[in-house]
């Protein structure tokens, strides 16, 4: 994976993970990777792995079992919360590149329905 | 735990100043960049690390240890090899740091040399940059350390063994051990640094956390080249 030069790189390496479980790559309860295999698959450093899972274990999206390794919350509406973050988060980088572009907010949804509306599948 | 101390270190050689005033501290565990434009003096600062260059002032701990000879056991540098000669095959070089290292593990090395694709049949002289980076990280990583000086070891490296040698570095530096890497150029280590150190004008000009610089800026490479501005 690539990784952005201006973002602290814990912080896409929790985004990463939480792609995977909004992908069901990861599910409810299921056991994360090793911090050396993450670190080998990403190819970072191990205490910036640690780092991401530290913050995820704060806020509850994972949790650790001592000497067994850190496993995917199993409290569905956490994980719901989590989904609605990302989506949040994809959805205001939508918004600010179309910004960019000269495009109002008022006619994103005008625009966003058209668009829909053109690309339907039959 | 501190892997390094360096309080107050200054370094002549005929005379000329190379190193003045050096204060720089690593924790245990930490994967350090060591950077600076070429001639700096990173290969002079790991050399009197290492107890290699012996006529400096100040005082240099590895894992609290002073004393020249007994803190060369906590290290392993990077060697060029340039004492063998082209008709040594990588077993022979192997023979040599067996002897030389009693922490040399064969069994970690075949593991090494396995993952680098190289034979230990191969003669030195046939071997290409690239390979004989492989076959030095090898060696450094068969040795078991506290502090890992790696003195640029991807220059003249093409891309895809510069990614080979960053693979073996995360899968062979034991946990608890620092590494500092020498380098004139950041982008392909900055993904894998806790720490970046920058020596410029003979001394250490900026020691800064690899995430703190791109929490701040657009790149640490960008961050890198701004004290150059305006030299080229």
């Known amino acids: 994976m690539k990784f952005k030069d201006n973002l602290p790189i814990y912080l896409q390496i929790e985004d990463y993970i939480y792609l995977q479980i909004a992908q069901?790559?990861?599910?409810?309860?299921?056991?994360?990777?090793?911090?050396?295999?993450?670190?080998?698959?990403?190819?970072?450093?191990?205490?910036?792995?640690?780092?991401?899972?530290?913050?995820?274990?704060?806020?509850?999206?994972?949790?650790?079992?001592?000497?067994?390794?850190?496993?995917?919350?199993?409290?569905?509406?956490?994980?719901?919360?989590?989904?609605?973050?990302?989506?949040?988060?994809?959805?205001?980088?939508?918004?600010?590149?179309?910004?960019?572009?000269?495009?109002?907010?008022?006619?994103?949804?005008?625009?966003?329905?058209?668009?829909?509306?053109?690309?339907?599948?039959? | 735990m501190k892997a390094l101390e360096i309080k107050d270190l200054s370094y002549h050689k005929n005379s000329k100043t190379i190193l003045e005033r050096v204060n720089l501290t690593l924790e245990a565990g930490k994967i350090v960049a060591l950077v600076g434009a070429n001639g700096a003096g990173k290969t002079s600062l790991m050399r009197v690390i290492a107890g290699l260059a012996k006529q400096y002032k100040g005082s240099v701990e590895v894992c609290g240890e002073a004393d020249e000879d007994r803190r060369k056991q906590y290290i392993a540098m990077t060697d060029s090899l340039s004492a063998f000669r082209d008709s040594r095959k990588i077993k022979d070089v192997a023979d040599f740091y067996r002897l030389v290292y009693p922490d040399f593990d064969d069994k970690q090395f075949a593991d090494i040399l396995e993952f680098m694709n190289l034979n230990a049949d191969e003669r030195l002289g046939?071997?290409?940059?690239?390979?004989?980076?492989?076959?030095?990280?090898?060696?450094?990583?068969?040795?078991?350390?506290?502090?890992?000086?790696?003195?640029?070891?991807?220059?003249?490296?093409d891309a895809m063994s510069r990614k080979k040698i960053i693979k073996s570095m995360l899968l062979w530096k034991p946990?608890?051990?620092?590494?500092?890497?020498?380098?004139?150029?950041?982008?392909?280590?900055?993904?894998?640094?806790?720490?970046?150190?920058l020596i410029k004008k003979h001394s250490v000009?900026?020691?800064?956390?690899?995430?703190?610089?791109?929490?701040?800026?657009?790149?640490?490479?960008?961050?890198?080249?701004?004290?150059?501005?305006?030299?080229?």
Not at chain 1, 50 to 63: D, H, P, S, V
Not at chain 2, 218 to 227: D, L, P, R
């Open chain 1, 24 to 122: 069901g790559k990861l599910k409810a309860g299921e056991k994360l990777p090793s911090v050396r295999a993450l670190a080998l698959e990403l190819t970072v450093n191990a205490n910036t792995v640690q780092r991401a899972l530290r913050e995820m274990t704060a806020k509850g999206y994972i949790f650790t079992k001592r000497g067994e390794g850190n496993f995917v919350t199993t409290d569905e509406s956490r994980l719901e919360e989590m989904k609605s973050k990302l989506l949040k988060q994809e959805l205001a980088a939508f918004v600010s590149r179309m910004e960019k572009l000269g495009v109002e907010r008022e006619s994103l949804t005008g625009l966003l329905a058209s668009y829909l509306e053109d690309t339907r599948e039959e």
């Open chain 2, 126 to 157: 046939s071997l290409s940059k690239g390979m004989k980076e492989k076959l030095i990280i090898a060696l450094v990583f068969s040795r078991k350390a506290k502090l890992y000086l790696l003195d640029e070891p991807f220059s003249g490296v």
């Open chain 2, 175 to 197: 946990e608890e051990a620092t590494l500092v890497i020498s380098d004139h150029v950041l982008d392909e280590i900055a993904p894998v640094i806790d720490e970046v150190v």
């Open chain 2, 205 to 232: 000009l900026e020691q800064r956390s690899a995430e703190e610089i791109r929490a701040e800026h657009e790149s640490i490479e960008e961050w890198y080249e701004g004290f150059y501005e305006g030299e080229e």
